[in-house]
C-alpha cells in the first residue's frame, strides 16, 4: 500500500540558546549521537580560544576586525555582540542542508535568536535552563576558564537571558544531558509529524486500496466457506 501522505522533504531550521553554562553544547553533542538527521551550523566569534575549542569546528576564529569586514560583506544570517565579543551565523550552507532535508541546528545566543526569529518566524526555537541558579554558578566556576569577574558578569547575564523563555517554542532543563538530549530529539521527530509538513495527501488513491482490501478479504471468506 502506497503511502496515504507525501510530507515535505526540507528539514527544520532549529535555535538552541541557554545562558551560558546551562550546557547546551553537550547537550547537542550528545544529541547528534542519537539522532542522525541533524546538521549543526559553525557560528563565527571574534572571542580568544578557551583550552576545549577546536577551530573550525566549536567556532570559527576570527579577530574582530575580519568580523567586522565581514559584517560588510554580509555573509551572516544573524550576528550579535556578547560580552564584548561577536558572534554570527554564516549563511553558506545553511540552505543546501535544509534542502537536502536535513534539520540544521544553530547554536547561538539570545540576541542572535531573536534577530532569527524576526527573519525565519517559522523555526523552531528551543531554550536550555541549567536545573537551578545555584547549579548554573557550580558549572560556571568548575570551567577554570574565566575570572570571578568574568562568572559574576555571565551569571547577571543569565538573570536577565532566562527572562527570554516565553519568545521559545521549547524549554529543557538540562539537569542530566542525556535525557536533555532525548528531550530535544523527541521535539525534533514531532516537529516532523507536524499537520503544515505535508504536501499532498492521497485520499482517492486510498479509498480504491481499501475497496480492493475489503474486496479480497471478502472473497478469502468465500473460499473458506467452500
Given at each position: 500500500m502506497s503511502n496515504i501522505v507525501?510530507?515535505?522533504?526540507?528539514?527544520?531550521?532549529?535555535?538552541?540558546s541557554a545562558p551560558s553554562g546551562a550546557g547546551k553544547g553537550s547537550v547537542i553533542n550528545k544529541l547528534l549521537s542519537i539522532y542522525d538527521n541533524a546538521w549543526v551550523s559553525i557560528s563565527m566569534t571574534s572571542r580568544?580560544?578557551?583550552?576545549?575549542?577546536?577551530?573550525?569546528e566549536t567556532y570559527y576564529f576570527v579577530s574582530k576586525e575580519e568580523f567586522e569586514q565581514r559584517i560588510k560583506e554580509g555573509i551572516f544570517l544573524e550576528y550579535a555582540e556578547y560580552n564584548n565579543n561577536y558572534y554570527g551565523t554564516p549563511r553558506d550552507k545553511i540552505n543546501e542542508k535544509l534542502n537536502e532535508g536535513k534539520d540544521v541546528?544553530?547554536?547561538?545566543?539570545?540576541?542572535g535568536a531573536l534577530k532569527v526569529k524576526e527573519l525565519v518566524p517559522d523555526a523552531i526555537f528551543i531554550f536550555i535552563l541549567p536545573p537551578s541558579m545555584k547549579?548554573?554558578?557550580r558549572r560556571l566556576v568548575n570551567r577554570?576558564?574565566?575570572?570571578?569577574?568574568?562568572?559574576?558578569?555571565?551569571f547577571k547575564t543569565a538573570y536577565k537571558e532566562i527572562n527570554e523563555v516565553t519568545k521559545y517554542n521549547y524549554v529543557v532543563i538540562n539537569?542530566?544531558?542525556?535525557?536533555a538530549a532525548e528531550k530535544v530529539k523527541a521535539i525534533l521527530l514531532s516537529e516532523?509529524?507536524?499537520?503544515?509538513?505535508?504536501?499532498?495527501?492521497?485520499?482517492?488513491?486510498?479509498?480504491?486500496?481499501?475497496?480492493?482490501?475489503l474486496v479480497e478479504k471478502d472473497l478469502d471468506?468465500?473460499?473458506?466457506?467452500?
Open positions: 507525501k510530507t515535505r522533504l526540507r528539514g527544520n531550521l532549529i535555535v538552541i580568544a580560544i578557551r583550552g576545549n575549542d577546536i577551530p573550525n541546528i544553530l547554536e547561538i545566543e539570545i540576541q547549579e548554573l554558578k577554570g576558564t574565566d575570572s570571578m569577574d568574568k562568572i559574576l558578569n555571565r539537569d542530566e544531558i542525556d535525557k516532523r509529524c507536524r499537520v503544515d509538513r505535508i504536501e499532498e495527501v492521497y485520499l482517492n488513491n486510498m479509498e480504491e486500496e481499501l475497496h480492493e482490501l471468506n468465500d473460499i473458506r466457506e467452500i
